[in-house]
C-alpha cells in the first residue's frame, strides 16, 4: 500500500510538466506580463557530452546536483545519493569502509577485488578512478554531481556497461570566497569543512578545501572496545588555476585522503557451520541463523586493533587552449595511488571464518586528449584519445581456524596470496553531432579500445592439526603452494553510439539512441586451486542500450519533467562463484534482458515551494545463465540455487522531496524540507539466497535550514531514517564456506546540526 500511494504522488508530480509544456505554449504570451516577477527553476547545465549544456537539451539519461542540492538530500558521501536517481543501486562496499557498490539499471560489480573492473564509471574532474575501493567520495568541495545512465563507451575516458558517475569540484576562477563548516550529531558524530579560493592576481587563481569527518561508529561491539562501522577521516585538496593568456587556462589539483576505521561488521543470515574436512558433512552450528529484527550489534574474531585504513592521493593538470574560434584543445593528466589495508570478517561472527586481510598498493596513471570543433551553429564535433596503465600488486590472508576438524580435531588453516596485476588501456575516440534541419539532430560516435592485462598469483595453504587427513597422513600434507606465472591477454572491442534528436518546440525535446558498452575480461583473482589455476580468465562483458526519451518544461519555467524508456542486451555478465571451500570460478554465465521506465521532475509551487521526485521501473532477468552447480549431476549440486532476480535491480525505486522557503522579518530564510524514497525487494546475491533479500522497505529524512540576511551564517539541522528503518543494503556469499551468507545494513536514525560561516 505504501508503493501505491508513493507511486501515485510521484507520478503526478512528473507528469504535470510534461503536460504543461504543450499546454502552456499556447498561453506564453499572454501569461508572459503575470510572470515576469515569479521565480523560476534554476537552470542545469551538465557535461555529460563534454562540453557544458542545458541537461533539457542533451539526449542522454542524466541526473544533476548541485551543492545546496547534494545538502538536501543529507548527503555527506557520494552513497548518499541512494534513492534520488532513477534505477541507481549506490552503497558502502561490503565490509570495507573506504568502497563503493555501484549498480545503473541493473549492471554494476560489488566485489571489490582488484581484477574485477568496475562497472559504473567514477570519474573526478574528468579523472577515471580504476577501483572501487577509495570510491566512497565524501562530498566536502563538490560542485556538482552528475549520474548518467546506460552504457558510456563513446565519450568518456574508460569504457563502462552501466554508467558513469562525474564529480565537479570547485574551479578557484569561479568558486571565489569561501566557507568554513562544524557538524555535530549523534554517535559521536563531529565533523569540519573548509573552503577557500579566489585569484591572486589577474592570471592566477588558488583553492584550498579540507575536511575531518570522524564518528564513533553505528555498530555496537558486544563484547568490548570500540564500536563498529565508524569513520575517522582526513581530506585535503589544492588547487592552482592558470589563465596566462585569454586562450588557455591549465588547472593543478593535488588532493590526499586519509582514513582510519575500525571493522565493518554484518550480520550473519545464516547458520555458520562447523564441518569434518574428511567427510565435509556438518559436525556443529558454531552460529544459528539470524532471526527477528537487527540490534545492530556484532561480535569479531578479530583482535582490538585489526581495522581498515587507506590513504589515497593524486595529482591532475587539466590543460585548455582555444586553437581559434572553431577548435579546442584539451589535455588531462593524472596520477593516483591508493593504498589500504583491511581486516574484514566475512562471516560477521566470533568465530574464525571468513577473517581476511586485503591490502593493496595501487598506481594508476592516465592521459587524454581532447579535440572540440564548433562551428558556432550547427556542427560540433569531439575527437580524442586515452591513455592508462594500472599497476595492482596485493597482499591477502585467509584465517580459518573454525571452518573445519580433522578427525575431530581443531583444524588451524592460513592461505596467504601474493599477487600482481598491471593493466594497460588505450582508446581512440569520436563524436560528431550534427543539427541537419533547425529542429533535428543526429549525433554519431565511435570508440576503439584496447585493454591489456598481465596477472601473476602465488597461493600458499597450511594446515595444522593432530587428526589424520583420511585417516593416512598428517594435515600438514594438505600445505603446498599453487603458482599462476605471469600471464598475458588482451581484449579488443569497438562501441559505437547513435541518437536522433527532435525539438518539437523550445520546451518540448524528444530523442532516441542506440549505445553499447563494453567491460574488459580479466583473470580470476581467487584462483587458489589448480582447477582455477587451469582456466583463469574470464571474457568481457557487452551491452547494447536502445533508449527513448522526451524531456519537457513549461514556457515560464516553474515546471520541469523527464522520462526515459530504455531496453538492454547485456551478454556475458561477470559471475563469481563458489565451487567449494577453496575454489571460486568466475564464469562468462549469462545474458540479461533488462528494461525499464524512469521519471524524474521538480515544480515550483507558489513563491517558495520546490516539490521533487523521481519513480523507476526495472525488469531485469537472466535469460541465460550457465552454471555447473545447478546440474543435478554436479557432486555438490544446490537445489537452493536460483537465477530467478538479478541482484541490486529493485522493480520499483521512488522518490518524493519537499522543501518549504518562509522570509524572515530581518531578510533572512528559513527553509523546511523533507524527503521519503521507496524501494522494492532487493536480491544481494547472485546465487539469490533467501536470507539476502531485502523486502521493500521506506526511508524518510527532514531537515531545517536557516541563511542569515547576507547569507554569512548557515544553521541547518535534519534527521535522517527518520523512523529507524532497520533495512539491508549489501550481502556477502560465500556459501562453500561454513555456509557464509552476511548482511550489511544502512545508517540507523541519526540527527547532526551544522553551523557555517561564508566569507
Known amino acids: 500500500m505504501k508503493r501505491k500511494y508513493l507511486s501515485m504522488a510521484i507520478g503526478s508530480v512528473l507528469l504535470v510538466p510534461a503536460s504543461l509544456a504543450w ?23 551538465v557535461t555529460a557530452r563534454r562540453r557544458a549544456e542545458s541537461i533539457q537539451d542533451v539526449p542522454v539519461a542524466v ?53 574485477f573492473d568496475p562497472g559504473v564509471g567514477m570519474y573526478v574532474d574528468d579523472v577515471y578512478y580504476s577501483r572501487i575501493n577509495g570510491a566512497l567520495f565524501s562530498l566536502f568541495d563538490v560542485q556538482q554531481v552528475e549520474v548518467l545512465r546506460g552504457p558510456q563507451g563513446t565519450l568518456y575516458g574508460k569504457n563502462s556497461t552501466g554508467g558513469a558517475i562525474k564529480l565537479t569540484t570547485k ?28 585569484q591572486l592576481n589577474d592570471t592566477v587563481a588558488a583553492s584550498i578545501a579540507m575536511a575531518k569527518i570522524t564518528n564513533d561508529g553505528y555498530v555496537e561491539n558486544r563484547a568490548s572496545g570500540d564500536d563498529f562501522n565508524d569513520d575517522d577521516t582526513l581530506a585535503v585538496r589544492v588547487k592552482l588555476a592558470f589563465r596566462p593568456v585569454e586562450n588557455f587556462q591549465a588547472m593543478l589539483s593535488v588532493d590526499h585522503t586519509k582514513q582510519d576505521a575500525n571493522l565493518t561488521m554484518g550480520r550473519p543470515m545464516a547458520p555458520l557451520i562447523l564441518s569434518e574436512l574428511n567427510t565435509q558433512l556438518p559436525v556443529a552450528v558454531l552460529v544459528p541463523g539470524a532471526t527477528g529484527k537487527w540490534d545492530r550489534s556484532a561480535e569479531t574474531s578479530f583482535e582490538p586493533g585489526k581495522g581498515q585504513s587507506m590513504k589515497h592521493s593524486g595529482v591532475s593538470l587539466s590543460m585548455d587552449w582555444d586553437i581559434n574560434e572553431a577548435w579546442t584543445l584539451k589535455s588531462i593528466s593524472a596520477f593516483r595511488k591508493l593504498d589500504t589495508s583491511s581486516f574484514i570478517d566475512i562471516d560477521a561472527s566470533e568465530y574464525e571464518l571468513g577473517d581476511v586481510l586485503v ?15 564548433d562551428n558556432g551553429g550547427n556542427l560540433h564535433a569531439t575527437f ?15 584465517y580459518g581456524d573454525d571452518i573445519y576438524l580433522i578427525q575431530g580435531q581443531p583444524a588451524g588453516f592460513l592461505r596467504t596470496i601474493e599477487d600482481d596485476l598491471t593493466t594497460t588501456s588505450k582508446a581512440v575516440f569520436a563524436h560528431v553531432s550534427w543539427e541537419f534541419t533547425p529542429t533535428w539532430t543526429l549525433a554519431a560516435g565511435v570508440r576503439w ?31 603446498g603452494t599453487v603458482d599462476l606465472p605471469r600471464t598475458r591477454a588482451s581484449w579488443t572491442a569497438v562501441t559505437p553510439s547513435l541518437s536522433l534528436q527532435k525539438a518539437f518546440s523550445d520546451n518540448l525535446m524528444g530523442y532516441v539512441s542506440a549505445n553499447r558498452g563494453f567491460k574488459s575480461g580479466g583473470f580470476n583473482g581467487r584462483a587458489n586451486s589448480a582447477a582455477d589455476v587451469a582456466e583463469p580468465m574470464f571474457d568481457p562483458e557487452f551491452v547494447w542500450t536502445y533508449e527513448a526519451g522526451l524531456k519537457a518544461q513549461s514556457s515560464d519555467r516553474r515546471m520541469r519533467g523527464s522520462v526515459t524508456a530504455f531496453v538492454s542486451d547485456y551478454k556475458d555478465f561477470q559471475a563469481r562463484v563458489a565451487q567449494d571451500s577453496s575454489t571460486f570460478p568466475v564464469l562468462n ?35 541465460r545463465f550457465d552454471d555447473f552447480r545447478m546440474d543435478p549431476s554436479y557432486p555438490l549440486y ?64 527532514v531537515y531545517g535550514v536557516w541563511d542569515s540576511p547576507s547569507y554569512a551564517w548557515q544553521v541547518r539541522a535534519g534527521v535522517r531514517n527518520l523512523t529507524d528503518e532497520v533495512y539491508m543494503i549489501e550481502g556477502q556469499e560465500f556459501s562453500s564456506v561454513a555456509n557464509i551468507q552476511t548482511a550489511y545494513y544502512g545508517l540507523p536514525r541519526n540527527w547532526y546540526v551544522s553551523v557555517r560561516y561564508n566569507f
Open 589 to 623: 554465465a549469462a545474458e540479461l534482458d533488462i528494461k525499464g521506465l524512469e521519471l524524474e521532475g521538480s515544480a515550483l509551487l507558489g513563491a517558495s515551494t520546490v516539490v521533487s521526485a523521481q519513480l523507476s521501473w526495472l525488469d531485469a532477468g537472466y535469460q
Open 638 to 701: 544446490d537445489p537452493t540455487l536460483s537465477r530467478d532476480h538479478v541482484p541490486f535491480s529493485p522493480e520499483f525505486t521512488g522518490r518524493l522531496a519537499v522543501q518549504h522557503n518562509f522570509a524572515l522579518a530581518n531578510g533572512g530564510t528559513l527553509g523546511i524540507g523533507g524527503d521519503v524514497s521507496y524501494r522494492s525487494r532487493t536480491w544481494l546475491s547472485v546465487d539469490n539466497r533467501a536470507v539476502l533479500s531485502q523486502e521493500g522497505y521506506t526511508v524518510a529524512g
Open 171 to 198: 574551479n578557484p576562477f569561479d568558486d571565489a570566497g569561501g566557507s568554513a563548516e562544524l557538524t555535530v550529531g549523534d554517535y559521536g558524530r563531529l565533523e569540519g569543512r573548509f573552503y577557500a579560493g579566489g
Open 449 to 479: 579500445t584496447r585493454d591489456e592485462k598481465e596477472y601473476e598469483r602465488t597461493t600458499s595453504t597450511f594446515w595444522e592439526s593432530q587428526g589424520l587427513f583420511l585417516g593416512l597422513f598428517p594435515a600438514s600434507m594438505l600445505n
Open 23 to 45: 499546454a502552456q505554449e499556447g498561453q506564453a504570451a499572454a501569461g508572459a506580463t503575470a510572470q515576469a516577477d515569479a521565480t523560476t527553476l534554476d537552470q542545469v547545465t
Open 359 to 373: 591490502a593493496l598498493d595501487q598506481e594508476q596513471k592516465s592521459q587524454e586528449f581532447q579535440l572540440h570543433y
Open 63 to 115: 541526473s544533476a546536483f548541485g551543492e545546496e542540492q547534494l545538502k538536501d538530500l543529507q548527503a555527506s558521501n557520494v552513497d548518499g545519493l541512494q534513492g534520488a536517481v532513477p534505477n541507481l543501486n549506490i552503497v558502502q562496499g561490503r565490509g570495507s569502509a573506504n568502497s563503493v557498490n555501484v549498480f545503473i539499471r541493473g549492471i554494476g560489480q560489488p566485489d571489490a577485488l582488484q581484477t
Open 384 to 398: 580524442g584519445a586515452y591513455w592508462m596503465q594500472e599497476d595492482v600488486p596485493s597482499y591477502q590472508e585467509a
